[in-house]
């Protein structure tokens, strides 16, 4: 039995789906998410086998979503769509496994079968995007859609990423190490990215330590590791 | 041998008096060959003249007149086919033969035989397609040499006694046939020149016309503004020369070229002059001893005449004027008078067409806009997306769903007409939200409150559906929170405003694709349906409100409110 995600964000397209997947006995439907957002928090803590993934969603699109997973621990997707010719050139160009909507039980069937044979997992790197332009946040009980050219610097801590823009700060799903390749971001320590753009000053300590300050004035640490590589960035070295 | 000299002479006489007579308007028939009988009969009258004419200036020999009469009955009949030339000729052979002598009868038939020769001559040259013959040279002097060796076997059958016939033809054949040959080229030369100079003339005048038509070509075509009117005078001062040119509307200058240009500026109110011209729809022209023009702007403009001319579009309604000014002490000439009149004329009608590619323009938009509503994908799997997964849930409500979806594509499919009342514009849109809240269940959220009243008032087919279609493409469904929908009645001091609102705020003015070409199109058509002031109204406030709205104008309501009244 796999487990699946269902990511749609209409309410009878999900419905629909997880009914034909129950049918199927061969996947089992463990959670369902409306938005991108949602299902992103959902697949980082439950790790499903499978998602089936809506292209057309609010905010952030399915494409986009996709792109703001780690590759390595990534499930293997079906993607869904209403009518998108574009996208569906993709699929069937990179023989990913799509559905149409409204989904033909035969199709879906077929569509578990290979899931269930196959062992390799496909490599999206063709469509997923290579810059994001915006991080999906949750802050306090809302979620923020924050632009990355925003963003100050990201660090993770005890539960998870932070994003800080120097006015906020608030909690991704995404990873620092998909922050660090898809946004302008560099790193300045193992827990730390910063946004270039957003350094005011750096203060050179002993022991080749360094001191971020940024624009709004928060301090950052820079190790020795990183050091070089960031002041190759700026020019400086 | 004597007479040669002096029938020359006469001959020579005659001619001033034909080239006196070419100068005035009396001639301009001679100018063209037609087969109008108005043209024959100006024809008959002169030529009619001149052979008279040459009785007259003939001179006398011998109980004789040694003439030049043939000139007139041969052109006569050159110019006017046989039966004019017969009349020419038998009018002057008459008159010869009132004048007595010997010959009377036989100048009488001969002049009339010449006339009809010169006739004959035509219509042969006119059924060969060689009409151009007519006045050549060599082609008049043969013709009339012809006509007087006939003349001169008349005389010498007809006239009694032979004897005395004889010797006359002798002396006077020589001298006539000179004088006479010669005498119709050079009278045909005073033709062939006043057709030339006229020719000249009006091939520049509308070579000049047709350039600025030329020129000017689609450039009214988005209407009578500062941008267009500038490039209008610019391309009329630039080929007439007048000393200045401006084009208003009816309420500013919108160009202004020429003489004065540093204190003329355009988008300035219009003076009273021309307030007068555009009420009075007629043209002004301030070119008469009482009515001079006078700049208001500077005492020392250069600029002294000027005549103004309204711009009609197709309802005869003014839209603006052209007006042409010239220097002080410099009259407009004629044809630049007579050319305002035409260029007016010519931007009247490239207005006019204008406007009428404007709306064709539009109504081949919503055509095509609503043959892609017909067919609109992504609406249409949405909603068989839907309307599947109800079906395993809730068949009752799926079977209302397809009621709905069939409504709606049926009504897109029967709406090509231009207009539709109110009622049926919000079923329409009625049917396109029930599924839209089923796709979109809880996310959506929808309230329509519209005055009853104003259910039959017409307006432009497709008016509400792209507005709503608009919130909820590009602005509900993209909202992770719930959406909602408001579509009302608002009355105001105008009429009534019909407003659409969605709580997404994600519109963006200017944006270049489909949806800003969609309320595009809604915009032209109820401006067009209605009046400018009936435009789509976009207000937004990011994140939060969209409100679009347009003004079903006060007139449209009570028309209705009347009508209902009557039924």
């Known amino acids: ?237 | 041998m004597e007479l040669i000299p002096s029938l020359l002479q006469q001959m020579c006489v005659y001619l001033v008096f034909a080239y006196l007579l070419s100068k005035t308007p009396i001639f301009m028939p001679l100018l063209n060959i037609s087969s109008r009988w108005e043209h024959k009969f100006s024809c008959y009258l002169i030529f009619s003249i001149f052979c008279i004419m040459g009785s007259y200036f003939g001179l006398q020999y011998e109980d004789a007149i040694a003439n030049t009469r043939a000139i007139g009955a041969v052109m006569g009949g050159l110019f006017g086919g046989p039966i004019v030339g017969l009349a020419v000729g038998m009018t002057g052979g008459i008159h010869r033969y009132f004048m007595g002598g010997f010959t009377d009868v036989a100048c009488a038939i001969s002049t009339s035989v010449e006339g009809l020769i010169g006739g004959l001559l035509h219509v042969y040259l006119l059924r060969k397609n060689k009409i151009n013959y007519l006045f050549k040279p060599q082609v008049i002097f043969l013709i009339t040499l012809f006509a007087e060796l006939t003349q001169m076997a008349i005389i010498l059958v007809v006239a009694e006694p032979y004897q005395q016939a004889y010797d006359l033809v002798t002396t006077v054949a020589i001298p006539m046939i000179l004088a006479n040959t010669i005498g119709a080229v050079l009278f045909m030369s005073i033709i062939e020149d006043r057709k030339s100079i006229y020719e000249k003339y009006s091939t520049t005048f509308s070579q000049r016309a047709l350039r600025i038509a030329d020129r000017s070509v689609g450039i009214l075509n988005q209407g009578l503004n500062t941008e267009s009117a500038q490039t209008i005078v610019r391309i009329i001062h630039e080929e007439t020369n007048v000393g200045a040119i401006a084009i208003t509307d009816t309420k500013n200058i919108l160009a202004f070229i020429g003489i004065g240009e540093q204190h003329h500026h355009a988008n300035v109110p219009i003076s009273s002059s021309i307030q007068q011209a555009i009420d009075e729809n007629r043209i002004i022209d301030l070119n008469t001893t009482a009515d001079t023009y006078q700049c208001k702007v500077n005492r020392r403009c250069r600029l002294g005449t000027a005549i103004i001319l309204p711009l009609r579009n197709g309802d005869n309604k003014v839209v603006g004027t052209i007006k042409l000014y010239e220097a002080r002490r410099k009259l407009l000439s004629n044809i630049n008078v007579s050319m305002a009149e035409g260029i007016a004329q010519l931007l009247s009608s490239q207005i006019l067409l204008g406007h009428y590619q404007q709306q064709q323009t539009l109504l081949t938009q919503a055509e095509l806009k609503l043959l892609h509503a017909q067919v609109n994908p992504h609406f249409l799997f949405n909603a068989l997306t839907t309307i599947s997964a109800v079906t395993r849930r809730e068949p009752e409500k799926a079977r209302i769903l397809i009621q709905h979806l069939s409504q709606f594509f049926r009504k897109n499919l029967k709406q090509n007409i231009e207009s539709v009342s109110l009622r049926e514009e919000l079923s329409h849109v009625n049917a396109y939200l029930t599924i839209e809240q089923a796709r979109l269940t809880n996310r959506l959220r929808v309230s329509v409150d519209i005055d009853p009243a104003l259910m039959d008032i017409k307006l432009p087919t497709f008016t509400l559906q792209p507005l709503i279609e608009n919130a909820i493409k590009h602005g509900i469904s993209t909202m992770l929170s719930a959406g909602k929908l408001e579509i009302y009645s608002h009355k105001t001091t105008e009429g009534t405003r019909i407003v659409v609102t969605d709580n997404a705020g994600t519109f963006v003015k200017n944006k270049e694709e489909s949806t800003g070409l969609g309320l595009k199109i809604v915009d032209k058509r109820l401006v067009n349906h209605f009046n400018e002031r009936s435009s789509l109204q976009i207000t937004t406030t990011k994140n939060k409100l969209t409100q679009v709205s347009f003004l079903l104008p006060t007139t449209a309501t009570t028309n209705t409110l009347t009508t209902n009244k009557e039924n």
């Open chain 1, 1 to 237: 039995m796999l487990n699946a995600i269902v990511i749609d964000d209409e309410q009878y397209a999900r419905e629909e789906l997880i009914e034909l997947l129950h049918e199927t006995k061969q996947v089992q439907v463990i959670q369902q998410a409306e938005n991108a957002i949602e299902g992103l928090q959902l697949i980082n803590k439950y790790k499903p086998d499978i998602i089936f993934l809506d292209i057309q969603m609010p905010q952030i699109t399915g494409i986009e979503m996709l792109s703001m997973l780690n590759t390595d621990t990534m499930p293997k997707v079906v993607f869904s769509t209403a009518y998108d010719q574009y996208a569906v050139k993709a699929f069937e160009e990179n023989a990913f496994d799509y559905l149409l909507k409204p989904v033909d039980p035969a199709r879906l069937q077929k569509t578990v079968e290979r899931l269930v044979k196959s062992t390799q997992q496909p490599n999206y790197d063709v469509i997923t995007l290579t810059h994001l332009e915006h991080v999906p946040c949750i802050g306090h009980n809302r979620i923020l859609i924050i632009a990355t050219k925003d963003i100050e610097f990201a660090h993770s801590g005890l539960s998870g990423v932070y994003i800080n823009t120097g006015q906020q700060e608030a909690t991704s799903q995404l990873t620092l190490k998909i922050l660090e390749e898809k946004t302008p971001m560099i790193r300045c320590h193992r827990q730390y990215l910063v946004n270039l753009k957003a350094i005011k000053e750096i203060q050179l300590l002993d022991n080749g330590l360094a001191e971020i300050m940024t624009n709004s004035g928060q301090t950052l640490p820079v190790s020795r590791r990183y050091l070089k590589r960031l002041k190759q960035n700026l020019g400086i070295l």
